[in-house]
């Protein structure tokens, strides 16, 4: 069970991280040396290669990155994960040489430039004070210079594309026809720009396990012997020699995905009975959409409560995952309700959808009713700590990405309480984030909530070393009294 949910977290974590960074709010906001910050806080070594591989399929996907500040900033990502090594060197760098080629944007061709001459000898003096200069500036004002200048603005790569040309040349040729096996849809579909992030953060997640599969054509593709050919002409037989149908093409059937959906709205309205989905009755449902909507009156409310008492069988409620947002904000309390019930539930696949709920909930925006919810489910069951550290590191990274002065100081105040509850109640352990918490502290301490959770840490953390200290020095002391005694 915990293999499995590390393995779930791990993959939801790296999907979450890159739907925000890589998002065009956070890319128009924030400059290289804040992604670059945000990035390395949020994402581990271990995780490097992964990363790269969903960034390069992100990159080859039009409807995952469409503007280009968004390709712009996930270029740099590739480049800051491996920048000890020279570009050609670095396990991506394929998708550098398809970024510098003609029919690609004149911004990204010049930005990549930059990056491939930061270990050659004139990127010493050049491309490196350059690059310097680029990491305070946003990506989307970096496009909007670079878009604006000649092609006599890009530095020259022929470093780069000679190291990549001596790499291929070691490359087994097995491995040069290999593809990958995730294959994008010929037809991009079009995501609406609120709902996004989120869409793009629950695709990353199905294909991250995926990455790294590939479809090998030598190991299944051959041709066929031809059938005896009579003739009449000796000419016409020589095309069997060099045949004509010599390009080989992969081929998506888009009725599959049509036949699918349509068996999936055919399946749903086969259901009979007062039930729209297994275990949920229509008037729950009812209740729920319109809490997903408005905020409901307190008969209403208890009401839903009532009814999730009855529920049997909580797979019915995985409709409300994608509208846990709109009921948090809408009905904190209808929330805390659904939430007790699913994570207190027991039978077959209860716990992935627990992981479900919980990842729509780290995935919440900030705000008042967010951290009331997490507030009161901390009071009434256990949560996971990986859970807990994640919100809290997902929160801390909200506040220090607001603008609004105003705005950022009333929900630094309202974290900081919201912290020191948990940490009165144990129900976070201070050691685990005891560095981010603390630079968070500090980088606020002109906000009295923020001293006073400083204050707090610190006395713990004194405590814990004083009881340390004194339990060595008992055990050096009874240590000491056997000695004594062996001696006598």
Request: hydrophobic share 40%; with cysteine; aromatic share 6%.
């Amino acid at each position: 069970m915990f293999k499995k949910q590390n393995k779930d977290s791990s993959s939801s974590k790296v999907s979450m991280t890159l739907a925000r960074i890589l998002g065009d709010e956070f890319s128009c906001e924030n400059s290289l040396d804040n992604i670059s910050t945000t990035f390395h806080h949020q994402i581990t070594e271990a995780d490097y290669f992964q990363v790269g591989q969903t960034i390069e399929f992100m990159l080859r996907n039009p409807d995952m990155l469409s503007t280009k500040h968004q390709k712009a900033t996930a270029l740099f990502l590739v480049y800051e994960m491996f920048k000890s090594e020279p570009l050609y060197l670095n396990p991506f760098a394929d998708i550098f040489v398809e970024a510098l080629e003609v029919h690609s944007s004149m911004s990204l061709r010049i930005f990549c430039s930059h990056l491939a001459n930061v270990h050659t000898d004139q990127g010493i003096t050049n491309a490196s004070s350059v690059l310097h200069e680029m990491l305070r500036k946003t990506p989307k004002l970096l496009v909007h210079e670079f878009e604006s200048l000649s092609s006599q603005s890009i530095l020259d790569v022929k470093a780069f594309l000679t190291g990549m040309a001596i790499d291929l040349e070691s490359m087994p040729l097995t491995e040069k026809a290999a593809i990958s096996a995730v294959i994008p849809h010929p037809l991009p579909q079009s995501v609406s720009p609120s709902s996004s992030q989120q869409q793009i953060a629950k695709a990353l997640e199905c294909v991250i396990p995926h990455l790294g599969s590939t479809i090998n054509p030598a190991s299944f593709m051959f041709r066929i012997p031809p059938p005896p050919f009579l003739a009449s002409d000796e000419g016409n037989e020589l095309i069997w020699m060099n045949p004509l149908d010599t390009e080989h093409k992969f081929l998506f059937d888009d009725s599959i995905v049509s036949e699918n959906q349509s068996s999936k709205s055919e399946n749903n309205n086969s259901d009979n009975g007062s039930l729209d989905a297994p275990g949920v009755s229509a008037n729950l449902r009812n209740l729920l959409e319109a809490a997903f909507k408005n905020a409901l009156p307190n008969d209403q409310l208890v009401e839903i409560r009532n009814e999730l008492r009855n529920v049997k069988n909580t797979s019915g409620l995985r409709f409300c995952v994608d509208h846990l947002a709109a009921l948090t904000e809408h009905n904190p309390i209808a929330a805390v309700d659904l939430l007790l019930k699913v994570l207190v539930s027991s039978g077959a696949g209860s716990e992935h959808q627990m992981l479900e709920f919980l990842k729509a909930l780290v995935n919440i925006q900030m705000s008042v009713h967010s951290m009331e919810v997490v507030n009161r489910l901390t009071n009434e069951v256990e949560l996971p700590n990986e859970f807990i550290q994640m919100y809290i590191s997902n929160c801390i990274q909200t506040c220090e990405a607001i603008q609004d002065k105003f705005h950022q100081n009333r929900l630094v105040r309202l974290l900081c309480v919201f912290l020191q509850s948990l940490i009165r109640n144990k129900v976070v352990n201070v050691s685990d984030l005891m560095v981010e918490m603390q630079a968070f502290c500090i980088e606020f301490s002109g906000i009295r909530e923020a001293a006073a959770l400083f204050r707090l840490m610190k006395s713990l953390d004194s405590n814990s070393s004083a009881v340390t200290s004194t339990s060595g020095d008992s055990s050096n002391s009874s240590s000491n009294k056997q000695s004594n005694n062996g001696r006598s």
